[in-house]
Each structure stands twice: as C-alpha cells, then as structure tokens.
C-alpha cells in the first residue's frame, strides 16, 4: 500500500506548492524530499503547468512590484528569471527522489519548450515571458531539457494521472486541442470518459475548479487544478495484486 498525493496546476505559484507539500510532510526545511518520499511510500504527483501565473496580479506577486506590465522587458524579465530560480529548486526537489516524485507534461510547459502557441488569460493577459521572439527571455537549456522529459501521464494499476482528460488526443497540445472545447468541459458534458477509458480512478487538471477539488465518486475522477483553494488530493493505492484504488479524499492545507 502507498500514498499517493497530487497536486493542481502551479502556474508559478510555488510559493503555495511548497507549503501544500510541506502539509502533506513531503518536503523538508531545506527544499529535499522527507525520509517517506525518499522511501517511496509517499509519491507526489504534480499535474502539470508550472509556468505562467494566472492573472495580472500573481505576475505582480511573483516578480515582486505593485502592478506587472507584459510589454515592460525588465517585467518579463524578472518573471522570467523568478519562475526559472523556482524551476531550479523543484528539478533539485525531483532529483533527491525521481522513483516518487513525478510531474505531468502540462500544456503551459510544453508551450515554453516548443513556442508555438501564444497561450494567455480570459482578461488578455499574454503570456510572454519565455518568448524571445516578443521581449522575454529563452528558458536555460539543462530546465528545457529537464521539462522535455516530463511524461504525459502517470498510470498505476488502473488509477490514471494525466493533465486534461483520460483522452489521448488530450495529451498532445496542437492545434485540434486548442480548438476543441472539450478540454475545458468534459468532466461536465461527457465525465463517463473515465469508465469508457477502462479506468478505476482518473486524477486531471486543466480546469480551474473554484471552490476546490471536485471529486466525483459516481464517475471515479478527480478534477485537482486547486492549489489556490489550498488542496490537493491523497489517493491509497493497493499495489500488491492489481494496483486497486482502497481511499480517495481531498486534504486541505
């Protein structure tokens, strides 16, 4: 038996990430995984988009002024180089324990690897901090490099972590998923998508879920992009036979 814990979109919140971890006793003083981590009866799971803060005034927060300019190249800057010192410690965090600490390829972080889509807020606000081509700076190439291998989904037994949906076509960020609202909407319209993928248990973010986790025990999936609501999710995965899902409850922080 182990514990799994998963958590919610960073979007550079790391700030909360560590005080979630902290809470769930997986990370140290000193940044490193807790002697459970490195033994790996706790397995983190973080679901993706570390990058990008979510709104005008997190971007303020992260760079440490009173208001964020997205067209100021001293502003991209520093949310640049803040995101890329967080990165740093969360690589060195996985690094101390890589058979438990597990992060999902979130399609924020594959747009700063592969730059082809301009991604932004539902205010306007763009994201152009990694971008070269428009006043940002490129992301250092070892952090790249590091983000290039992060795996689309997770799966233990039939207990699925991905970042969108148990869709496979929700695992590649092109142009049919930007143009598919399904992404976004799926758990509503279509949440039987879990069983039809011959599931126990789904975990997914993507979708800011306002008031907290929702946790739809008649369709078994977890919708977790709440770390601003200050949870994140603990799930008890029987290993010893089939990898079957015995406790599921959201934690709060």
């Not at 706790?42 to 005008?56: A, R, S, T």
């Not at 081509?133 to 037994?157: C, D, K, T, Y």
């Amino acid at each position: 038996m182990r514990k799994f814990m998963a958590f919610g979109d960073v979007h550079a919140d790391f700030e909360t990430l560590w005080a979630a971890l902290r809470a769930a006793s997986c990370v140290d003083g000193a940044f490193l995984p807790t002697s459970p981590v490195l033994a790996g009866l706790f397995q983190v799971v973080l679901i993706g988009d570390l990058v990008h803060p979510k709104n005008e005034r997190e971007y303020a927060r992260l760079i440490g002024l009173p208001h964020f300019d997205a067209d100021d190249p001293d502003h991209l800057l520093l949310a640049a180089r803040n995101q890329a010192d967080h990165l740093e410690r969360l690589r060195a965090y996985q690094a101390a324990a890589p058979h438990a600490v597990h992060i999902l390829l979130g399609n924020h972080d594959d747009a700063v690897l592969n730059g082809g889509y301009i991604l932004g807020t539902s205010g306007g606000l763009v994201h152009l901090e990694f971008d070269p081509e428009r006043g940002g700076v490129p992301l250092a190439e070892h952090l790249r490099a590091w983000i290039a291998q992060f795996p689309r989904e997770l799966r233990v037994g039939a207990v699925q972590f991905a970042h969108v949906s148990p869709l496979p076509a929700h695992t590649h960020y092109d142009d049919l998923f930007y143009a598919d609202r399904s992404a976004k909407c799926w758990f509503r319209d279509t949440p039987e998508y879990v069983a039809m993928a011959g599931l126990d248990f789904g975990v997914y973010g993507h979708t800011q879920i306002d008031d907290g986790i929702l946790l739809d025990e008649d369709h078994r999936f977890a919708m977790i992009d709440a770390l601003h609501a200050r949870e994140y999710l603990e799930l008890m995965i029987d290993e010893s036979a089939t990898a079957a899902l015995q406790a599921v409850r959201t934690v709060p922080f």
